[in-house]
């Protein structure tokens, strides 16, 4: 059970101001959300020529086009006419070779090059060859489409990844294509569900009629991380899980048949040589017999959990510094087939949303307790080191730090 000295982590008091304060916000909209790699999607969205996904990035304000060209490229465009600035792709995806403008029927290519203007001739200053969309450096890992918002990345994405990239070299995320999403806005600080994910000492409590029967074993009843890895700013922790668990409702029983308990071996797919999550050499390296997860950081705002089959993905937005936008998805390997598979996938659904819930509601409750002033800072204790670690790199970013090699 990793505990923050062993890590050499000695901030256990963290002011409060950074949860509470706008120009703590607007500092980590330009050193943290314009300098970092930010995960948008997948590359399997947009699988053929042509195909596009528009995202909205509520942190930055920006309205984000990523396309595959003809060439098979992928690439991303702010959403913005070079006329006059107008959002020209209104749907959230679709497939075209050209994009054309509502107001004044500009056209562009699908890689993002200035085709057409109506009028030509009363725009003469403007050179179609330099008037395309404005790019975004775009790269991609495992299948995750990242976004650069600097002028020039201080880090290529590899460097930036400092070596998780390597630890999970191979893992199947493409094995599990299918997703279901839902999203929400909460009146808390981005940080709060940030910090939520990264310790397992709330679970028995918060969680008790939801995650707490399956999740929490006698033998570590406040659900400590077991070996806790950083890389860079991105860190990674071992849960475990309670194998006692048996439901004895009929419907969670019926939806137990239904589908591979999450910690279970993918039997099927070992089988048929499609190694899952679970046999991957960088997850469970302790191989203890009750694993539940890794709990995967990835800087500055995302929490991925592998499971035996699928994974669930978590993104936190800040809006300002009293209001975010939370995503959550659920990645399988296809859409239900069947009608068992698609009320197993409903409840799962269901099931991942109330605890969604419960940690939403607290992390508004803390942020009326921070906003009441009482307190000036708040405590990270020692089973909560991967609190202290994100602290201790958020603060490097604030200060110009934290990019490039480890």
Known sequence: ????????????????????SADYFRREQDMIFRRAWLMVGRVDEV???GDYIVRDLPTLKASVVIARGKDGKVRAFHNACSHRGVALVCQER???MTFRCPYHAWVYRIDGSLSAIPAEQDFPHVDKATSGLAPIHLDSWAGFIFLNFAQE?????????????QMLEGAPFEQFPFCIRVTDEIDCNWKNLVNAFNEGYHVAILHSKTLRPAVVPKENPHLHYLDVKHF??????????????NPQAPALTWVYAQMLPTSAPDIAAIEEGRAG????????????????????TIFPNISIQPLANGYLFYQFWPINEGRMRTEVRIYSRHAPRTLREEYA???????TRDVVVEDMA???????GFESGGKTHQQFGQNEPLLRMFTRDYEAYLQGKGMGQP
């Open 1 to 20: 059970m990793t505990k923050a000295r062993d890590m050499g982590l000695d901030n256990g008091r963290v002011p409060v101001e950074y949860y509470t």
């Open 47 to 49: 699988p053929e020529p």
């Open 94 to 96: 679709g497939n075209a």
């Open 153 to 165: 990345p201080e880090a290529t994405l590899p460097q930036f990844l400092a070596g998780l990239d």
């Open 232 to 245: 860079g700013p991105h860190s990674a922790g071992t849960v475990q899980r309670n194998f006692d668990y």
């Open 277 to 296: 999550f679970y046999e991957h050499p960088g997850i469970n390296r302790l191989k203890i017999p009750n694993f539940g997860t890794e709990t995967i």
């Open 345 to 351: 996938m409903a409840s799962t659904l269901a099931a």
């Open 362 to 368: 607290m992390s508004r409750l803390q942020q009326i």
